[in-house]
């Protein structure tokens, strides 16, 4: 009946739980883009920077293979040939030396005929048309650099090649003394530079962003569940509740104008049933003269009696007073209670005991109305235990509140029925009205008190009352 309304109060928090959980993978899948650009843009900076760092390798090595070994060379033996020994080891020395602790794989030297005359390698020495496309673009004086690669397919695609490696074309040329201007170009230098640590350095810092970013998005998913969880239970739970409270609202609303429709034809009835009875009570004087074991007059009068209390117990309910507070002792209230049923109590085999606490408290109550709510309890108890048995009443104070316990031996009430006790002409007897634990609810909570209604572990009901020491007591 309820899920309907439900549902639809949760409709709009619904729509943002979506929202949240796609704005999650949105914001997911930008870092992975967004790490994956990075990565890509540090590749290219540290291609750059290895550009920069050969060019400025290039032309250190430029100057100083001009400066000690060219000069040298051509004055001592008047041309450069590297096939001699001598002048082979000079130039294998100044080019080591220049490159030491600089991280160069591999340095060719071309002569002017794409011949490579010197190398780290010495079997490329006397090599021809190794330089190509960039061999001849550094002859003509420009500089050219080219990236090689080696690896399978996945691997050049995530960025961790195999091997990778940049390769860099500069022309050798002469210098002018005290000149910027520099002279012809007498060959071409190649070096070498591996980059595969750098790209692997960067591969696992792109990993680290991923790795990070996918934890990151994972706490942030379960504290969006728990949030979202959490959120739709309370807004489930109040609006259920306010469903409940609006079908209580609407219930006693009912029971209002059950209530004052009930009171209104009672007090209707309660005239005429007056005089129904006290005309049969003089119509059984007379009757008795004539035929005494005529009974039709006592049957008027008995069932007259039953049908009075029975719209005293509705104008109780529909019109309940209010107490006039006046200090009271409870166990006096209930020594009266007793007293008037003691007939009743013998009749039915019943032997009530109480034990009352020492010094206790008075309090400020209607002893009229809490003496009409012990009363409707201990009848309960009665009829509750037809075979007969015991019913003991407690007295205790203390916390700025007297408590009366009533416990009988009775069958007790089963599980389904507690919870509609205290619904109104809710009854289980065959001749009664339902309203007399409702109408006793009212009057203890007319006092400020409490009552709760349950079953004794050893078998039997017990009711429980608090009611307060309102302030005036003595």
Not at 277 to 302: F, H, Y
Not at 459 to 465: D, M, R, S
């Amino acid at each position: 009946m309820d899920i309907k309304p439900v549902e639809e109060k949760t409709k709009p928090f619904r729509l943002v739980k979506y929202f949240t959980f796609s704005s999650l993978i949105v914001i997911f899948a930008g870092t992975i883009v967004l790490s994956m650009l990075n990565t890509h843009w540090a590749r290219a900076m540290q291609r750059q920077k290895s550009e920069d760092y050969a060019l400025l390798l290039l032309e250190n090595l430029n100057h100083q293979v001009f400066m000690q070994f060219t000069i040298p060379i051509v004055l001592k033996y008047g041309k450069i040939q590297l096939r001699q020994r001598e002048q082979f080891e000079r130039l294998d020395k100044v080019v080591r030396t220049t490159l030491h602790s600089f991280k160069i794989d591999m340095v060719n030297i071309y002569d002017l005929n794409n011949v490579i005359s010197y190398s780290f390698n010495n079997e490329l020495v006397g090599k021809k048309n190794l330089g190509g496309t960039a061999y001849k673009k550094a002859l003509v004086g420009e500089v050219v650099s080219k990236q090689i690669q080696r690896g399978n397919f996945l691997q050049i695609v995530l960025g961790i090649p195999k091997k990778s490696r940049i390769i860099t074309f500069a022309p050798l040329r002469a210098e002018r003394p005290l000149s910027r201007i520099t002279g012809p170009v007498l060959g071409v230098v190649e070096i070498e530079q591996d980059l595969s640590d750098e790209y692997r350095t960067i591969f696992r810092f792109q990993i680290l962003v991923i790795s990070t970013s996918t934890l990151v998005m994972f706490v942030l998913l379960l504290v969006m569940i728990f949030v979202v969880k959490r959120g739709e239970n309370i807004i489930e739970k109040r609006a259920r509740e306010r469903l409940r409270l609006k079908e209580q609202l609407a219930r006693a609303e009912h029971l209002s104008s059950l209530g004052e429709m009930v009171a209104s034809v009672s007090h209707e009835i309660r005239n005429p049933l007056g005089i129904i009875r006290s005309s049969a009570e003089l119509l059984k004087k007379k009757v008795t003269g004539i035929d005494p074991s005529n009974t039709i007059p006592d049957i008027i009068v008995e069932e007259s009696s039953r049908l009075n209390t029975i719209i005293t117990d509705f104008l109780n309910y529909a019109r309940p007073k209010s107490p006039e507070l006046m200090p009271c002792r409870i166990e006096e209230i209930v020594e009266k209670n007793i007293s008037y049923l003691s007939t009743q109590l013998h009749e039915a085999g019943c032997d009530v005991e109480q034990d009352y606490d020492p010094g206790l408290t008075e309090i400020m109550g209607d002893s009229a109305m809490l003496y009409q709510a012990f009363l409707n309890i201990l009848i309960n108890s009665i009829q509750a235990m037809p075979g007969g048995g015991k019913i003991n009443i407690r007295v205790t104070s203390g916390d700025d509140r007297v408590s009366v316990l009533f416990q009988d031996r009775g069958m007790g009430i089963s599980e389904d029925l507690l919870d509609k006790i205290w619904d109104p002409f809710f009854t289980t007897k065959e001749k009664g009205t339902g309203l007399g634990l409702i109408i006793v609810k009212n009057i203890i909570e007319s006092h400020g008190g409490r009552i709760l209604i349950g079953n004794r572990s050893d078998g039997g009901a017990q009711v429980k009352i608090d009611l307060p020491v309102i302030k005036g007591a003595n």
